[in-house]
């Protein structure tokens, strides 16, 4: 398990590179159209070949990964915030506030958040950059998207209330954030990381289906979502096993994060 | 021996072609479910297939020739440049319920039609005047049509209108074309029967249509029925995308580029005087040397063989070459010159500072472009334009918005710099774009709904569009339809970017097909379609 | 059990019509509403237009419709779809049995496979199985739906097993992390030294911690599965209220939207309402 580890961590520390210093390492900007080599496989000057447009994949592969590394955490980071939060609340405080939590998750959980996206896209101004415009589309999911996971929390929350441990802290004088803080946040540690690992390649991949909607990343910049995309041509048009590269990389980044938040086995 | 050979091989293709024209069943794709079966309110694609499919209409526009041929109506004579219709109808003819037809179903449906509250753009069309639309039944089989004022291409006008039964109880249901609705799965598919009452028969006296059915499954995803194009589930597609007629033309030789298509893909500006954008913006927007100097810069050529995969080319202005009889032939391509966009901008006082380009108060050249999200190639296009205009200093946005967003920017907020569309041509006549024309209509994109022209060349088109409307000889039209291209060529309203191919798949199982660029170009002669082998 | 239950049902109730009244207030005020694609037709006149915008601008004031619409929905009329010509009965009616058995599926795979795996990497505590076991639910938490669904289709599988797949990685990493810090408890420790082999400490021990969290994600599962499904149905074509909802939500189809608001958020709550039930049921039969 130390060799899994030890590659994951190797895995993260070159991803992280990659994304510091994607300007020095691609070969092309991600927006320059070699217009003569469009749909062009691998080559010496293109390493992963280029797309429709002769884009560098390479080039756009780097940059795609620092959009969307970068923000899909943020966005995860917001949404497991939030889910500790509520979650949290409802399960210490219970009753009324308990019931209250439960409506606002169902509610959360069952409104169509869409035309909010829509709406906020007709308020942002048309030239507006895209990387704020993606930015703001991360954090938006961010904000929206805790409610599943809350009601997990609230869930954990109330039964380490009624444990052992707890009864004793609360015994000790421990109450309010002191009681969350030392005796619940560590025992809901599991969920909440489980929670933010699973919302990076979700809110990666919601990011490339609000793209259908106008929502996501704007052109040039690419992102993996937006590179996810194009994965419907490959399969359905071409089989270029080299065009699933961004799924691979999404696929062992993310298994390299799970690794590393993953508990130690427990030994006998 | 010989002539046992002969008689041999007679036999061999006697059966062959009563195999080639033993019934079957037809099955393509429609893109969305139909929004209605009243075919006198068809707006939309699939509401159309079905209308094509089961209507039975006075006169059909053959799509090869593009000549009007009598259908329902054996003849007909056009009077008072197009004030008067009066048409003679086949006898003995029957919808698909058995109800006969008559003239009297004509006049309930020109009724219908040009009801004043039904709002729908087959009857719009016909709309030449204030005034009321008369019919006249003269006798069973003799119908006069009268309008307040001449409608232009009034023959052609008839081709849409699907000839509804006043008596019959089925209604809407009750057809008179080669095939009937039979059965319906909301979301699924759509059969449609052949019409045992229907009046065709081909040279040999068999009556049409030769398939039995056509089954049309509901496919949204173009991917998907490529997909089931190959497996043979589907043995049509009415409209491939250039990607994906890559993909099939590698695999089987059953796709073809029937040529030129009418539609057209267009970028303009907002020239709104009360748009909510910076004032700078609107005068660059309303300077013809800006417009031109923009179309100068982007390369149609590269859109056309990059986006389209060569099947597209560029565009030279409102009507495609393959418009023969209305396309302005001495008008020529726009070139792709940076230099001379440049020259035509310093004339209007911009200037290169460095990578960007100013105006000569010193505003950055920068605009959005929007356009519809989910149709990949326009939104390549506005990439490839983006960078295009990056080498003359200009900074483009793209932004890609939900159609709904989309349209409300353009037609109610007009909260948008620039726009990139495409325009479908169902109707080849000029006519039917004077609410793209005229200063005062609706579509007048870049600057809809104007009291009066905001531009002596807007007021010059307002009067050569009224003037070929109203006018019956078809050549003092054409002239005055070749000056409004050569306008709209010189000011560039709308800069026309590229006019693609229309590109199809058709089984090789399907015989006697003769793909059109004019829609519906696969099947718009579905009654003497057969099948190679009957399903 | 009768406070529980009158209490459930008003909270159902309650949400239903906060849920679809939100959901119609966001769908006005998004851009777009009053918009209809005709209004690019050319050959329309100007009078026809306007007979469209105002027939969109009849729907506007929300709260009148909402009413209205509740009024109709009393008396079993549930409005009919501007954007397919329908009754929104007749379209429910068709297409929602499809989606309800292609959940009911996704959901008893889903839950099938991550509760195995789940189980498996705790009983066995193999570190090649556990990698692997990581390793799929990552790359199908990673896959678009729209490319797995592409794939089940090639394969001629129903597109219900891409939604499986796309479930049981939630399932599992939930199950996964609930089982192993439930296993480093005190007394599961305590059972270990004593001897009770794997299966017994999972069954007795482990098992019983992790039960209330787990009947929460059954709850929560539901919602999952319904998130995953509609995309699917949408790329997949099936004919079922996926198809529908992204009509609706195309087309600005204000009465078919609140329609399906309505109905996701009965399935919603009422998914979470029975596992609270039965959470409440296991702690007190605990106690």
């Given amino acids: 398990m130390k060799a899994v580890r030890f590659i994951a961590i190797a895995v993260l520390l070159i991803t992280a590179f990659v994304v510091l210093f994607a300007n020095y390492l691609a070969p092309a900007g991600y927006e320059q159209q070699f217009r003569d080599l469009p749909q062009a496989g691998p080559s010496l000057h293109h390493p992963l070949g280029t797309d429709d447009l002769g884009r560098d994949c390479w080039a756009r592969l780097l940059f795609g990964m620092r959009v969307s590394l970068t923000l899909a955490p943020l966005a995860a980071f917001f949404t497991t915030v939030l889910a500790g939060l509520v979650g949290g609340i409802a399960g210490y405080c219970g009753g009324w506030i308990e019931r209250c939590c439960k409506l606002l998750i169902d509610f959360f959980l069952s409104v169509p958040w869409l035309f909010l996206l829509i709406t906020v896209r007709a308020v942002l101004p048309l030239n507006i950059s895209p990387q704020a415009s993606v930015t703001v589309t991360f954090i938006l999911l961010g904000l929206l998207g805790w409610a599943a996971s809350a009601r997990i929390i609230c869930s954990g929350a109330k039964d380490l209330m009624k444990s052992e441990f707890v009864w004793m802290a609360r015994a000790a004088g421990f109450s309010g954030f002191k009681l969350i803080r030392l005796h619940l946040l560590p025992n809901l540690k599991g969920a909440l990381f489980a929670q933010f690992w699973i919302s990076i390649p979700v809110f990666i991949i919601a990011e490339a289906n609000l793209g259908a909607l106008g929502l996501g990343v704007a052109e040039p910049l690419p992102s993996l979502g937006s590179l996810l995309r194009e994965l419907q041509d490959a399969i359905t048009l071409r089989l270029e096993p080299w065009r699933l590269l961004p799924l691979a990389v999404l696929i062992v980044v993310i298994s390299s994060f799970q690794v590393l938040l993953n508990k130690q086995e427990v030994r006998v | 021996m010989r002539r046992l050979h002969l008689l041999s091989a007679m036999l061999l293709l006697g059966c062959t072609t009563l195999l080639a024209q033993a019934g079957g069943e037809l099955r393509f794709c429609l893109r969305a479910e139909p929004k209605t079966f009243n075919p006198l309110l068809v707006e939309d694609d699939a509401s159309e297939t079905i209308r094509y499919l089961t209507g039975g209409v006075l006169v059909r526009i053959n799509r090869i020739t593009l000549k009007p041929q009598p259908e329902l109506a054996s003849e007909w004579k056009v009077s008072e440049g197009g004030k008067h219709i009066r048409f003679k109808l086949r006898e003995g003819l029957k919808y698909s319920d058995g109800t006969p037809f008559s003239a009297a179903d004509v006049a309930y449906t020109m009724s219908q039609l040009m009801d004043p509250a039904l709002h729908s753009s087959t009857g719009d069309a016909f709309r030449s005047g204030e005034g009321k639309v008369e019919t006249r039944v003269i006798s069973p089989s003799v119908v006069e049509i009268s309008f307040p004022a001449p409608v232009a291409n009034l023959v052609d006008l008839f081709d849409t209108v699907a000839i509804m039964s006043a008596k019959s109880p089925q209604k809407e249901m009750a057809a008179l074309g080669p095939f009937y609705v039979a059965e319906r799965k909301a979301g699924s598919y759509i059969l449609l029967k052949r019409n045992p009452y229907y009046w065709k028969k081909d040279s040999t006296g068999k009556q049409l249509p030769y398939l039995d059915s056509v089954r049309l499954e509901i496919e949204q995803n173009p991917e998907i029925e490529a997909m089931r194009y190959k497996r043979g589930e589907v043995q049509l597609i009415n409209t491939v995308s250039p990607a994906i007629f890559e993909k099939l033309s590698s695999d089987s030789a059953s796709v073809r580029d029937a040529g030129a298509s009418t539609d057209t893909e267009q970028l303009w500006f907002n020239q709104v005087p009360s748009a909510p954008i910076p004032a700078y913006k609107l005068a660059w927007f309303t300077s013809t040397n800006f417009r031109r100097a923009i179309s100068e810069a982007i390369n149609r050529a590269d859109l056309a063989r990059i986006v389209y995969h060569g099947h597209a080319a560029p565009a030279i202005g409102i009507v495609s070459p393959s418009n023969k009889f209305w396309f302005n032939s001495n008008l020529k391509p726009h070139p792709y010159d940076t230099a001379s966009a440049l020259h035509r901008l310093q004339q209007d006082g911009f200037r290169l500072q460095g990578d960007t380009l100013r105006d000569k108060s010193g505003n950055a050249v920068e605009f959005s472009v929007v356009t519809n999200a989910g149709n990949r190639s326009r939104e390549s296009m506005a990439t490839m334009i983006q960078e295009d205009l990056k080498k003359i200093g200009i900074k483009v946005n793209v932004v890609a918005l939900d159609f709904n967003s989309l349209l409300e920017r353009m037609t109610q907020s007009f909260n948008y710099e620039a726009c990139l569309l495409g325009l479908q041509n169902v109707d080849l006549d000029p006519n039917a774009q004077m609410a793209v024309w005229l200063s005062s209509a609706d579509n007048h994109q870049w600057n809809p709904r104007q009291k009066s022209p905001a531009t002596a060349w807007e007021a010059e088109i307002d009067k050569l569009m009224k003037a070929q409307a109203s006018s019956g000889d078809e050549h003092k039209r054409k002239q005055y339809w070749d000056r409004v291209q050569q306008i709209a060529w010189d000011q560039e309203p709308f800069i026309y970017l590229i006019n693609k191919d229309a590109l199809v798949a058709i089984s090789p199982e399907v015989k006697n097909s003769e793909p059109s660029v004019f829609r519906p170009q696969t099947f718009w002669n579905v009654e003497t379609l057969a099948l190679a082998k009957a399903r | ?287």
């Fill in chain 3, 1 to 287: 059990m009768l406070r529980f239950l009158s209490g459930a049902v008003l909270r159902l109730a309650a949400l239903m019509l906060m849920v679809s009244f939100a959901g119609a207030m966001l769908m006005r005020i998004a851009p777009g509403f009053t918009s209809d694609d005709q209004e690019l037709n050319p050959t329309l006149s100007a009078q026809s237009i306007q007979a469209i915008r105002q027939a969109r601008l009849a729907d506007a004031n929300i709260p009148r419709f909402y009413a209205q619409y509740l009024v109709s929905l009393a008396k079993g009329d549930f409005g009919t779809s501007s954007s397919l010509n329908q009754p929104v009965k007749e379209l429910l009616r068709e297409r929602l049995p499809v989606t309800l058995s292609n959940l009911a599926f996704a959901l008893a795979i889903g839950w099938l496979l991550g509760l195995a795996l789940a189980i498996a990497t705790q009983v066995l505590h193999w570190r090649a199985f556990s990698f692997l076991a990581n390793g799929l639910s990552g790359t199908f938490i990673s896959t678009p739906a729209a490319a797995l669904a592409l794939i089940f289709l090639l394969l001629r599988l129903p597109p219900a097993f891409a939604a499986a797949l796309l479930v049981f990685p939630k399932i599992y990493r939930y199950t996964e992390n609930l089982l192993q810090q439930s296993a480093e408890m005190p007394h599961v420790l305590t059972a270990r030294a004593k001897g009770a082999g794997p299966l017994r400490v999972l069954a007795w021990h482990v098992a019983p911690i992790a039960l209330p969290q787990l009947i929460a994600l059954v709850g929560v599962s539901i919602s999952i599965g319904i998130g995953v499904l509609l995309p699917i149905e949408v790329i997949s074509d099936v004919a079922g209220i996926g198809q529908l909802a992204w009509q609706a939500a195309e087309a600005r189809d204000l009465p078919l939207l609140i329609n399906l608001t309505m109905i996701v958020t009965f399935v919603t709550v009422c998914a979470t309402l029975i596992s609270d039930g039965a959470q409440r049921g296991f702690t007190r039969s605990e106690a």
